[in-house]
Structure formats: C-alpha cells, structure tokens
C-alpha cells in the first residue's frame, strides 16, 4: 500500500462514517485525536489513552523538533517507539505554535525563521523541513507547512497569505517520500472570504494530497461562522479523502461539523480542561471545583466507564482538584478523553444507522436538560 | 475478632515475616505503606497503586483533617470509600505534621492547639480528638497522639515529652473504641536515650496495643544511630505484634530495619522522588534528569515490570521528566512504588528461605555493582 487507505463506510445527509488505514494500524473516522503536544498526551499513560478509546494522536512538530529534537526522536526509533505509542499519529507542520508560541518570527517565501520559547536558539521552518521532520518523527499523518493569517485579517493579506501557504504545499508534496501507509495532507487556508477558500481547495485538489485539513479556523470568528465556512470547504473537497478541521473542539462543534462532512478533530480541550477542573459531560460541562459537588458522592456520569465515574465521586475529585492533586488531573483527562470518543462513537453509530439528525436531537436534548440537581 | 490479627510466619535471626489482619482484608511483613497524604498517593490511580504491589496505604490525619475534614470523609462513607481504596488504611495521629506544618503551636498537657497551615483557621488535637477523627476516617490502623520532640534534644527534655506522650497514650488507648479488624497503635519516644526508650516501651505494654510503633528516629540522628535505636527497642518490644518504624526510609535503611525485627515502614521517598526525577534501581538512585540519558533506550531496570520500565527507555522518561509533564510524575512514582514493594517482598521471600544474611549480602552487591554504564 502507498499512501493511507480510506473507505467511506456509511453516509448521513452529508455527515460520513469512515476508516482510514495507516502503517501503524486503522482508525475509524469522525475520529476525536487527544492532542500529545511533546510526545505524550498529558497526564495519560499510553495504556490509559487506549482504554479511553483513543486510536490515533496528534504530536506536535514545533515541540518535538525542540526538545528532544527530531533526529534524536528518530535515532531512538520514531515517535511510535519513543511513546510507546503503537497506533497511527498524526504531526502537525509546527507553523501553528511558531505563529504562536515562538519570538522574532520573520516569514518569506523560503519559510519562517523563530526564536525558541525554550531557550531563545534560532530555528528555521522551511515546507521542506517541516516534511523531513515529520518523517523523522515518523509520522502517519504528516501536514504540509501553512501560514496561519492572523485573525481579522483584510481579504487582500488573506490571500497573499494563503496563496504563499499554496506555494508551501507544493513544495510540502515535492519533499514528501511516498511510504506504504504514510501521507501527507494539505491545508485549505482562505480565512472566511469563501472565494478564497475555494481557490485553496482548487489549488490543493490540483497538487493531490491524502486528504485534507481545513485550516485558519477556531481562531475568533465564531463558532457560526466556522461551521459555515467547514460546511462549504468540505463540499468542495473531493469526497474520495479524508477532511480534518483543525483544532476543533468543543462537543457541540464536532457535532454541527460531523453534519457537514467532516471526518477528523483534534483538540486540547478535553486534555486542559482536564487539568483546570472542568469535566465534559453529556449534560454540559461540569466544573468540579464548585462548592456544589463538596459531598456529592455520585459519580460525573454514572454511565461513563472511566476510572473517575466507576470508581469516584464527585466528592472525591472535588477534593482533588482543590487540594491541587496530579490525581485530579489524570482521572478529570481521563474522562474527558473517555467522553469525547464516545462522542464520536456515538456520531459513527448514528451515521452506520443512516440517523444522524436523530442523534443530533438527542445530544441537544441531553445538554439541554443540564447536570444533575444538587443532591 | 477484635482488634488486629497478627502471626508470625517465618524468621531468620531477628528478621521476621508476617502476616496483619484487619477490616478490609490483610497484609504481608515486613510491609512498605505508600504515603497517600491527602487521601490519594500521589500521581497514582488505585489501580497503579494496586499494580506496584501496594496492599496497605498510610493517610495523614492532619491534611485530611484540614480538608476535606474528618466528617465530611465520615459522611461519605469513610477514607476506603473516599478514595477508592478497599484495602487496609493506616492513619498518623496529626501530631507530626502538626509539628512540622501548622504555626502558632502551643502543646500542654491537654493537647496541641494549631493554626492550619491553609488557611490560618485555629484547631486543636487532643489525643481524645485523634482517635475520633481515624474513626471517622475509618482507619483500618489507628495511632497515638504523641508529641513528637526536636532534633536535638537534651536527655531532661526528652524525658518530659516522653512522658506526655506516653500519657497521651494512655488517654488515647481509653478513648479508643474497640471494632472489629481496627487497632490502636501505641509509639516509642525518648529520643537517642537508651533508658528513655526503655521506660517508653515499658509504659506502652503496660497500657497493651495493637501493635508498637517506633517515633522520634529519622530526624537527623544518622543511620547508624537510628538503627542502634530501632534495635534495642524492637528487642524490647513484645514479641507478639507487630513494630513498626515509622517515617524510614531508604531501601538500606528498610533493609537494615528489617534485620532488626521491624514489620512495617512508612517513607514519602519513592512518591516524592517520583515527582523529581529520582528513581530507585536494584543499582542505586538514578537522576534520570541527567544528560547522560537523553539518548539511552534502555529501560530504568531491565527486570522491572512497571510500565514505566515494561514500555519506555530511560530516554523517554528523561524527556518527560525535562519537560516536566505530569505523566514523568505517574511514571516514576510507580516505578519507585514497585521497586519498595518488590524489595519487601524479597525480604519475605528471604526470611522465608531463613535467609535473610543471604539477602542482604546480594542487596549490597548489586548496589555496589552499581548502575548501567553510558551506552
């Protein structure tokens, strides 16, 4: 096999239930991908990560390629080894967290030149070294080097913006090496000019990609907005590859963009969120630091099977996060992660069962009806 | 039954293997408690917990005291149900914690009164209220208040605390209220001073106990010294419950102790060390934060089966441990954890195999040998 499998398993209006395979095994797609920032999703186990559904990760290319680096991850094997993980990543191209997190960025056409947030050494970011380290890394997925337009942006930067991304996805497909169960995707950029967009998805479709992100959203144009943009981004896309909305997100926008045709999600929601005491549920989300949940000794959902809701209360993870325990971290991560792939279990399932507008209602029906009355 | 079950099992000189009954099933000496100070040992689900060989956990009555409070763990069905842990609890008494942690102390013959160290708010802890609070905890294994003396002290002063403490504990046996599978454990005092401890073990059997705990060690006496110490007061202990020297220690120390007639220990040294990249090997102490395994994929210990040895190279926990994510912190406390629960299951294995000579002479070989060279 050269490049990913991907099988369009079942079909809902235009929401898709897929699979995709990979040199490092199969995913079921909509696919929720736990964000592993710098080789390990955090507070998680690798163990934990599969118990709580999670069949691919994202791993991000701007840390890694700092500490440890992408040669030393490459000497001892990849990334797949280094983590212990052995199911399919997918690497970001590092240009969002250079937009991001980096100092003295300076961007031309060659590529973008920072400053480490870590310890202020210079790097370069060229398409063909952000594809090289991704291939040391090891990727499954691996994406090509985009600008990110900063947001809001005028239409006339928006498009020298994301025709200079153009430009960087060709050369991303040039310096790719074909590998079995490897590939590469492009990135759809545009901000919300729809005739931008469009011309991102021809200039992409032209190039040929293993499937396709949707970037430049989720970054302050509002969830209506986004979801408007995904829905005709995605109807442009071919329909023969897998689109991937980048850094969506919350439940409810995973949900309208699974209605649109989306097939993959990455997010650090579940994860921070984890970490600073709010819990996903299906009511909503929960914030278990609150006072109300101090002697409540019913669990966050008694039908989630993750450690926190099988074995603890609320009580018992209020205290942990007020006492600022690692403990309230992992198992508040743990279940969010357990939440959000049920999510998308859930959205396969009513897809396989040509329903998703009825799963759509009931999942506006619970979060409507809120969390549980104070016991 | 009433109170503890003990037996003896095995021995070998001085060095005893044994066995502890309680209300939430039994445990094997000698015996190693995690310290899960705020009703969790931290970094670990009680899964891990269990997995590291983890039969009996010690919970610190001053933190749960101060939060969530004894009566709020009482009305959610005790400290098992609280934290999820079936198996046997061992509570301190607060006094130490007291001493180290809270301000505005001023002891008298009465009791402590405190400031809490999180929010100024005054409490006090009499021995009468230590017993009440391990019974709202519902400790398996209950302690005496004591007063726990300075390093160093002079032979007058140490007396005088001695001989509160000792009628603390006598107050403390009479508030004690006997249930099934919970006892009372009494506490040695009298600092470095031979007819101190002497007199302080003779008050205790006359009072009669559960079992005998060694205090007032570990506080800057040296090893040497302490060990003296624990020697002559385990020799003076009655022959048929259970020692236990509490706060101790290093594998050497345990090692060592055990050799002397000691059945159970206490130390926050594999937890906390976890949590600073100190993990402890048949072959020493590895700072696993050092340069020289940035690049070394072999595990911490080969013949470790935790997953922190089973799953990834010194390599791996080197970065995480740089990078400090949470998941270092998981990692290595329960690698520490199955390290001190493996060497007291040796030690039984020795002692069974009336051994324990043999034991100690390969446990200092391999320390010896010490740790892998650079790759």
Chains 1, 2 share one sequence.
Not at 11 to 32: D, K, N, Y
Not at 277 to 304: K, M, S, W, Y
């Amino acid at each position: 096999m050269s490049g990913l499998g991907f099988e369009i398993l079942a079909r809902s209006g235009p929401a898709r239930r897929g699979r995709i395979a990979t040199a490092h095994g199969q995913f079921e797609t909509p696919a929720f991908m736990p964000v592993g920032t710098a080789g390990t999703v955090k507070a998680m186990t690798v163990e934990a990560l599969s118990a709580a559904g999670a069949e691919v990760v994202l791993a991000n290319t701007y840390h890694l390629m700092l500490r440890p680096g992408a040669e030393r991850v490459a000497r001892l094997g990849g990334l797949h080894a280094f983590m212990a993980w052995p199911g399919p990543i997918l690497t970001d191209s590092g240009g969002f967290q250079v937009m991001s997190l980096s100092e003295l960025r300076r961007i031309d056409e060659r590529g973008v030149l920072f400053q480490s947030h870590l310890d202020g050494a210079r790097h370069e970011l060229t398409p063909e070294r952000a594809v090289e380290i991704q291939r040391l890394l090891d990727a499954d997925i691996a994406m090509v080097l985009d600008e990110c337009a900063p947001w809001p942006i005028e239409e006339r930067a928006a498009a020298d913006s994301m025709r200079l991304s153009m430009r960087w996805a060709e050369r991303s497909k040039a310096a790719f090496e074909p590998r079995p169960g490897r590939g590469l995707f492009g990135i759809v950029q545009g901000s919300v000019y729809p005739a931008l967009r469009r011309e991102s998805v021809e200039q992409l479709s032209r190039i040929g990609f293993d499937g396709y992100a949707i970037g430049g959203l989720a970054v302050g144009e509002g969830p209506e907005r986004m979801l408007e943009i995904a829905a005709a981004t995605a109807a442009a896309l071919p329909d023969d590859r897998p689109r991937y909305l980048m850094g969506v997100g919350r439940p409810q926008d995973i949900v309208a963009a699974v209605g649109v045709g989306i097939d993959m999600f990455d997010c650090v929601l579940p994860t921070r969120s984890g970490r600073t005491g709010q819990a996903f549920t299906r009511h909503g989300v929960v914030n278990i630091r609150n006072a109300r949940h101090a002697e409540d000794p019913r669990p966050l959902d008694e039908a989630c099977p993750c450690p926190a809701c099988a074995r603890h209360g609320r009580a018992y993870l209020h205290h942990l996060a007020r006492t600022g325990e690692i403990l309230a971290s992992v198992l508040l991560t743990w279940h969010n992660l357990t939440y959000y792939q049920g999510l998308v279990a859930e959205l396969r399932r009513a897809i396989e069962g040509r329903d998703f507008e009825g799963f759509r209602a009931s999942f506006e029906a619970e979060r409507a009806a809120g969390d549980l009355a104070a016991p």
